[in-house]
């Protein structure tokens, strides 16, 4: 059979430019510039980073499946970098940093904003850039000396440089009152031992932000600083890849051992003992931004679902036009549900018209009346 009413639909029939769920009534509260920016970004999104998702993705996924240590480290973070790159050259890394930096200066909404839309676009390499931008360099650009965000912001925006958070450890996670990974000062060196775990990006990173007890007795927000700790630093182990925490074809995990990691006291991050409030101005901006990107992401599959209802045929209909279809799609978003399902049109060679609507959306319960 060649009629195209019975053709399995997959992704190449999925036409609808990225971002059509998105009107006016839900960026109402952004300014011209702001909404400029929207626009700007997604159309840099669909049209340079969409593309390409799809085969970084299998990429990614067979790298992992075939490679380990560092032949797998180094492909990965090529295609990280890669990515990077790609942003900076568009002015898409800079929003949080200043001019001064490398970087816009646009600020945090901005940033919002931007993650929404690449997220939307499902490049596997956007968690690296979320995670290297915004977890593992923010607490540089707020509390790092000058020669610090000299050193590290400007290679990070251009990609460079890549960086990741170092928390959570086997009997931590947000609870940092049980952090057990400790800094000790011998003369003008801090020497770090312990352990972290379920470090996202960590694997490819070239520095890690870490958090580490400096002060043993006290309260743990009154004894934890931060540090910049190289990678390649002696010491420093990938123990091990955690793929099984993470998808087959995004990026990477990581369980990192240090021991007896010997850094200069001027990798110190911000006032001595003072890492938990560096700990939280980060969370305060990682949280936000990471809605945004999850608001992205959502965003992408309400949009696909959507359109692949309205093209998939069953009984002479999209499988929208039946009653259970509409629910699931349309309680997350009801005015672009109705927007998707006014597009469809019976097929020329269809003698079946357009089933009627009912107050309830369902073509049935139109006949019953």
Known sequence: MSDDRF???????????GGWSVNDGQTFLYTDAEREIMHQSRAFAQREILPLAAAAHAQVKEIKTRHDGKVRREKLRAIARDYLR???????????????????????????IIDEELAAAGHPGDTIRSVSLTLGTIS???????????????????????????????????????????AVLKGDRWVINGQKRFITGGGLA???????????????????STFIVPMDHPGVTIQR???EVIMADWMDNAWIDFKDVDIPRDNLLGPLNGGYHVLMDEL??????????????ARRALEIAAEYSTK??????????????????????????RRCTRRWTP?????????????????????RR
């Open 241 to 243: 890849q955690l793929d």
């Open 86 to 112: 790609l942003l900076g050259e568009a002015g898409l890394t800079g929003a949080l940093f200043p001019e001064e930096y490398g970087g816009n200066g646009r600020g945090v909404l901005a940033e919002c």
């Open 140 to 182: 540089i650009l707020r509390y790092g000396t000058p020669e610090q965000k000299k050193r590290h912001i400007p290679p990070r925006l251009r990609g460079d440089e890549l960086a990741a958070l170092a928390i959570t450890e086997p009997q931590i996670g947000s609870d940092t009152s049980r952090m057990q990974t400790k």
């Open 347 to 367: 097929p020329a060679s269809s003698s079946t018209a357009p089933p009627r609507w009912s107050r309830r959306g369902s073509p049935h319960s139109a006949s």
């Open 206 to 224: 070239d520095y890690l932000t870490l958090f580490a007890i400096t002060e043993e007795g006290a309260h743990p927000h009154k004894g934890m």
């Open 284 to 297: 305060d901006t990682e949280r936000v931004t990471y809605c945004m990107a999850a608001l992205g992401s």
């Open 7 to 17: 053709k399995a639909i997959g992704m190449g029939d999925i036409t609808m430019p």
């Open 312 to 337: 998939r045929i069953q009984f002479k209909q999209p499988i929208a036009m039946f009653s259970s279809s509409p629910s699931p799609c349309s309680k997350v978003c009801p005015s672009s549900w």
